[in-house]
């Protein structure tokens, strides 16, 4: 397939992102790829409004993982972190209190939730934010994949029945304990792209889908109107990488949301579901674990260049080698 011939600026790179593992691949992109353009598409499906403010936690998480900010233990909210207005909330008895917003990180929110609501978009709030942060100045945009509201919701039956909760409750509060039912974005059928999404797209180099959730992170982007018809429509080659290793997601509880889809926790199942682009899916490559190294028949039957690699984020060197290999893969597959 052709694509477009890259820049001498760099490589135009198209990343749709989410959670911990989206912004772990980010870092060792910039550090594989000196000079590259990357356009992040991030997921507000996540999106809550907590305590009057509006908390917008995978864009914060790219935003201070590039930026320098993150909790690294902990892959998110903010480094030297204090929780003293979450203390004195619990002590007021205010409600929810199994989400912990630190000192630091409300700041953040203060700001959105004031420019939200002096009229300015999702998108332009973003970009104030991440100037901050200084994403302008390694060549990444941070593009939200909607100014409209979308929540991402999860059917759950428990003690209380059947209901619906926000995403953020499943992950944090049950800790996905009760089977996911179903996983509901809601709002993004009424969605338009955010400003700069389709375009971005369509004068990528290369699209890569970083191992983040397949279900609510880079699920939910691909549940925008358009989104996943631009990247099937992409001049670039669009590969991926598996965001599980030997049958278990490699952090979080991916295999919860992914089992209420209909969607084993296997790496050639994961490719199964995004699909071939030959055949009106989304890829071109993908890449499995070493340990997955059986799957790469099965997933290449499918009409979808495999290989196979270490895909564990160690560190910095090992999330390098990742974009690296995705990187390989893509001229791979252009030429």
């Given at each position: 397939m052709s694509a477009p011939t890259p820049s001498p600026a760099g490589p135009r790179v198209v990343v749709p992102a989410g959670g911990i593992g989206g912004a772990r691949f980010?870092?060792?992109?910039?550090?594989?790829?000196p000079g590259a353009r990357v356009d992040v598409i991030g997921n507000t499906g996540d999106d809550i409004t907590l305590f009057g403010l509006r908390v917008c936690p995978d864009l914060d998480t790219v935003m201070y993982t590039l930026g320098g900010g993150i909790h690294e233990e902990q892959g998110w909210g903010r480094a030297d972190e204090t929780f003293a207005v979450k203390e004195e909330l619990a002590a007021y008895g205010v409600e929810p209190q199994w989400f912990g917003l630190g000192d630091r990180d409300i700041a953040t929110h203060v700001v959105r939730t004031q420019m939200l609501g002096a009229g300015y978009p999702l998108s332009a709030v973003t970009q104030a934010l991440c100037a901050r942060w200084g994403l302008p100045a390694l060549g990444v945009r941070l593009l939200p994949m909607?100014?409209?509201?979308?929540?991402?919701?999860?059917?759950?039956?428990?003690?209380?029945?059947?209901?619906?909760?926000?995403?953020?409750?499943?992950?944090?509060?049950?800790?996905?304990?009760?089977?996911?039912?179903?996983v509901v974005p809601v709002g993004a059928d009424a969605a338009r792209p955010g400003p700069g999404v389709l375009e971005a797209v369509a004068d990528a180099d290369v699209v890569l889908l970083p191992p983040s959730n397949p279900v609510v992170s880079i699920g939910t982007v691909l549940a925008v109107p358009g989104v996943a018809d631009a990247l099937r429509a992409a001049g670039a080659p669009v590969v991926g990488l598996s965001p599980?290793?030997?049958?278990?997601?490699?952090?979080?509880?991916?295999?919860?949301?992914?089992?209420?889809?209909?969607?084993?926790?296997?790496?050639?199942?994961?490719?199964?579901?995004?699909?071939?682009?030959?055949?009106?899916?989304?890829?071109?490559?993908?890449?499995?674990?070493?340990?997955?190294?059986?799957?790469?028949?099965?997933?290449?039957?499918?009409?979808?260049?495999?290989?196979?690699?270490?895909?564990?984020?160690?560190?910095?060197?090992?999330?390098?080698?990742?974009?690296?290999?995705?990187?390989?893969?893509?001229?791979?597959?252009?030429?």
């Open positions: 980010l870092r060792g992109l910039l550090a594989a790829a909607t100014d409209d509201p979308v929540e991402t919701h999860v059917v759950v039956e428990d003690d209380q029945g059947r209901r619906a909760v926000h995403f953020q409750e499943y992950w944090v509060r049950l800790r996905a304990a009760p089977p996911a039912l179903s599980v290793v030997g049958g278990a997601p490699v952090r979080g509880m991916a295999d919860k949301v992914l089992a209420a889809i209909g969607v084993e926790p296997t790496a050639a199942a994961v490719a199964a579901h995004y699909g071939a682009r030959g055949a009106g899916g989304l890829l071109d490559g993908w890449l499995v674990d070493e340990r997955d190294a059986d799957a790469v028949a099965e997933v290449e039957a499918l009409g979808i260049r495999c290989r196979a690699v270490p895909l564990l984020m160690r560190d910095l060197e090992a999330s390098a080698a990742m974009a690296r290999a995705a990187l390989d893969l893509a001229a791979e597959v252009r030429a």
